[in-house]
């Protein structure tokens, strides 16, 4: 289970599974980032962008976007929507655990609960750690993940659904502090996937952004820009500045 990530999201069925995506939820999220008035061209850095569906949209709004993912399948997805569209992205194979750059950027984004794959804390925290040397001073981290004690508590064990012809069973559970989703999928054959992020509290992630040298800037608990509630909020949606 420890290299869930690899398998999964390098599979061909991995964007199928996840097709049902909320295209809105991302325009949201991408429009109160917006919010934070950073200046057209400035240098995004979209991390564990995956099939670019953010990093295309903050290129859309006129950023200088590099996206860097371990999954090259899913980079060449995003490659082939941004030439789709015209849009100019720089995309790059790499591991959250090691990657550094020697450029600096305006904006450093971490969406979508792209965070808590690995084992241990030391991996988990190894990007924010590394990330406060190539960003701009003044320059924001934006980190999007779920909330705690809204996912405990609202956790579905089991769902059932087709998508794309194929028949896909989802069972999740909290085990070891993390929470861990078994997928199913029917097609022609029984192919079994997981996936595995390990569960933080709200002030663990805040200290440890702290520690490395951020400032918390902002706290939302959705992607309308709701205040941060700790039992209601759908989200952890924090916003850092250095």
Same mark, same amino acid.
């Given at each position: 289970?420890?290299d869930w990530?690899?398998d999964w999201?390098?599979?061909?069925?991995y964007?199928?599974?996840?097709?049902?995506?909320?295209?809105?939820?991302?325009?949201?999220?991408?429009?109160?980032?917006?919010?934070?008035?950073?200046?057209?061209?400035?240098k995004?850095l979209d991390?564990?962008?995956?099939a670019?569906r953010h990093?295309?949209?903050?290129?859309?709004?006129?950023?200088?976007?590099?996206?860097?993912?371990?999954?090259?399948?899913?980079?060449?997805?995003?490659?082939?929507n941004?030439?789709?569209?015209?849009?100019?992205?720089?995309?790059?194979?790499?591991?959250?655990r090691?990657?550094q750059?020697? %450029? +600096?950027?305006? #904006?450093?984004?971490?969406l979508?609960?792209s *965070?808590g =794959? &690995?084992?241990?804390?030391?991996?988990n925290?190894?990007?924010?750690?590394n %990330? +406060?040397?190539? #960003?701009k001073?003044?320059?924001?981290?934006v *980190?999007? =993940? &779920?909330?705690?004690?809204y996912l405990?508590?609202?956790?579905v064990?089991?769902?059932?659904?087709?998508?794309?012809?194929?028949?896909?069973k989802?069972?999740?559970?909290?085990?070891?502090?993390?929470v861990?989703?078994?997928?199913?999928i029917?097609?022609?054959k029984?192919?079994?996937y997981i996936e595995?992020?390990?569960?933080?509290?709200?002030?663990?992630?805040i200290?440890?952004?702290?520690?490395?040298?951020?400032?918390l800037?902002?706290?939302y608990g959705?992607y309308?820009?709701?205040?941060?509630?700790d039992?209601?909020s759908?989200?952890?949606?924090?916003?850092?500045e250095?």
């Amino acid at each position: 289970m420890n290299d869930w990530f690899k398998d999964w999201f390098s599979s061909d069925y991995y964007l199928t599974v996840y097709s049902h995506r909320n295209q809105s939820d991302a325009q949201k999220l991408i429009d109160l980032i917006s919010k934070l008035n950073i200046p057209k061209n400035s240098k995004v850095l979209d991390a564990a962008c995956g099939a670019g569906r953010h990093s295309l949209l903050l290129a859309g709004k006129g950023f200088n976007v590099t996206g860097f993912d371990l999954s090259r399948n899913l980079l060449n997805v995003a490659a082939v929507n941004a030439a789709a569209r015209k849009i100019d992205l720089n995309l790059v194979n790499a591991d959250l655990r090691d990657v550094q750059f020697k %450029s +600096y950027f305006d #904006l450093i984004v971490n969406l979508f609960t792209s *965070f808590g =794959y &690995f084992e241990s804390d030391e991996e988990n925290f190894a990007f924010i750690n590394n %990330s +406060y040397s190539f #960003l701009k001073n003044d320059g924001y981290f934006v *980190f999007d =993940y &779920f909330n705690k004690e809204y996912l405990v508590r609202t956790l579905v064990p089991e769902t059932m659904r087709e998508e794309g012809g194929l028949k896909i069973k989802e069972e999740r559970s909290i085990t070891k502090n993390r929470v861990v989703k078994k997928i199913t999928i029917e097609d022609n054959k029984r192919i079994e996937y997981i996936e595995s992020v390990k569960i933080y509290e709200s002030e663990k992630i805040i200290d440890n952004f702290i520690s490395a040298g951020y400032k918390l800037f902002e706290m939302y608990g959705d992607y309308s820009g709701n205040k941060f509630n700790d039992l209601n909020s759908p989200r952890l949606l924090l916003i850092f500045e250095k």
